[in-house]
């Protein structure tokens, strides 16, 4: 498998790291494309195996995927670049670009006068680097074959979900978006137990290991977050009372509203 990323940022970066460190690609069959030296610095410390190019038609040769990873005002311009050049038959875009749809994508790629070729709409959230993504997926004039290809590469940077065109603006928001949501859950939590008087570095451990027991627990028993809730409240006792004071503050409502707020 051979893969290029044209624009090597934040989410394309990862997605590039992620498939490397996880050795789905091996890193001479990855190419980077981006114009910005700090980005090549990074790839050429991070793996000097990686191909670097600063010409997006020329990187994409000989590439069976290219993620398009580029902020969505400058999708067009890049595919106008890369249009006639693309093999049509062989090979797979992929654009990780929100709310860039599949007829902007094919309108982009001039699919009605030169042929169309197999899309994917693809959101992931950073933890892709690592491996522990999200990831969702929707496809449009694809193969078997190529479905497997895609869901293979990402499969092994996370979980992926293959979902349709009309959810992914929503997914998006719960997913991509939530990642810092939940940090700023955690990050509250810490600065709730430094004015308690814990140490900041103690109250970090303390937040992470507590979540990762909670997410534990509901993998474990297969349950919704409700049930682990009741279990560990009681009638008059401090969990209740702490819950109760986040609800009266708005805590539900607020990430519900947020939520909707990225649901674009």
């Given at each position: 498998?051979?893969i290029?990323?044209?624009?090597?940022?934040?989410?394309?970066?990862?997605?590039?790291?992620?498939?490397?460190?996880?050795?789905i690609?091996?890193?001479?069959?990855v190419t980077?494309?981006?114009?910005?030296?700090?980005?090549?610095?990074?790839?050429?410390?991070?793996?000097?195996?990686?191909?670097?190019?600063?010409?997006?038609?020329k990187?994409?040769i000989?590439?069976?995927?290219?993620?398009?990873?580029?902020?969505?005002?400058?999708v067009?311009?890049?595919?106008?670049?890369?249009?006639?050049?693309?093999d049509?038959?062989?090979?797979?875009?992929?654009?990780?670009?929100?709310?860039?749809s599949?007829e902007?994508?094919?309108?982009y790629?001039?699919?009605?006068?030169?042929?169309c070729?197999?899309?994917?709409?693809?959101i992931?959230?950073?933890?892709?680097?690592?491996?522990?993504?999200?990831?969702?997926?929707?496809k449009?004039?694809?193969?078997t074959?190529?479905?497997?290809?895609?869901?293979?590469?990402?499969n092994?940077?996370?979980?992926?979900?293959?979902?349709?065109?009309s959810?992914?603006?929503?997914?998006?928001?719960?997913?991509s978006?939530?990642?810092?949501?939940?940090?700023?859950?955690?990050?509250?939590?810490?600065k709730?137990?430094?004015?308690?008087?814990?140490?900041?570095?103690?109250?970090r451990?303390?937040?992470?290991?507590?979540?990762?027991?909670?997410?534990?627990?509901?993998?474990t028993?297969?349950?919704?977050?409700?049930?682990?809730?009741?279990?560990?409240?009681?009638?008059?006792?401090?969990?209740?009372?702490?819950?109760?004071?986040?609800?009266?503050n708005?805590?539900?409502?607020?990430?519900?509203?947020?939520?909707?707020?990225?649901?674009l």
């Amino acid at each position: 498998m051979k893969i290029t990323v044209i624009g090597g940022g934040n989410m394309g970066g990862a997605i590039a790291q992620g498939s490397v460190r996880e050795s789905i690609v091996a890193p001479h069959n990855v190419t980077i494309a981006d114009p910005s030296p700090a980005v090549n610095k990074f790839f050429s410390e991070f793996n000097p195996s990686i191909n670097l190019c600063q010409d997006n038609a020329k990187a994409i040769i000989g590439a069976d995927i290219i993620i398009i990873a580029v902020k969505p005002w400058l999708v067009e311009s890049i595919l106008e670049e890369i249009c006639d050049v693309v093999d049509r038959e062989k090979q797979m875009i992929v654009s990780i670009a929100a709310l860039v749809s599949f007829e902007n994508l094919n309108e982009y790629l001039q699919s009605t006068q030169k042929g169309c070729l197999a899309l994917y709409r693809v959101i992931p959230n950073t933890a892709i680097s690592l491996g522990h993504s999200a990831t969702f997926i929707c496809k449009h004039n694809s193969s078997t074959e190529q479905d497997d290809m895609i869901i293979s590469l990402l499969n092994g940077l996370g979980k992926t979900f293959v979902v349709e065109e009309s959810q992914m603006s929503s997914l998006t928001a719960l997913s991509s978006c939530g990642i810092a949501y939940i940090y700023k859950y955690i990050d509250a939590s810490i600065k709730g137990g430094i004015e308690m008087g814990i140490d900041c570095n103690l109250a970090r451990e303390v937040v992470l290991q507590t979540i990762e027991g909670a997410l534990k627990m509901l993998n474990t028993n297969n349950t919704m977050p409700q049930i682990e809730i009741d279990k560990v409240t009681t009638p008059g006792g401090i969990t209740l009372k702490g819950l109760e004071e986040m609800e009266r503050n708005g805590f539900t409502s607020a990430v519900i509203k947020g939520l909707s707020a990225s649901n674009l």
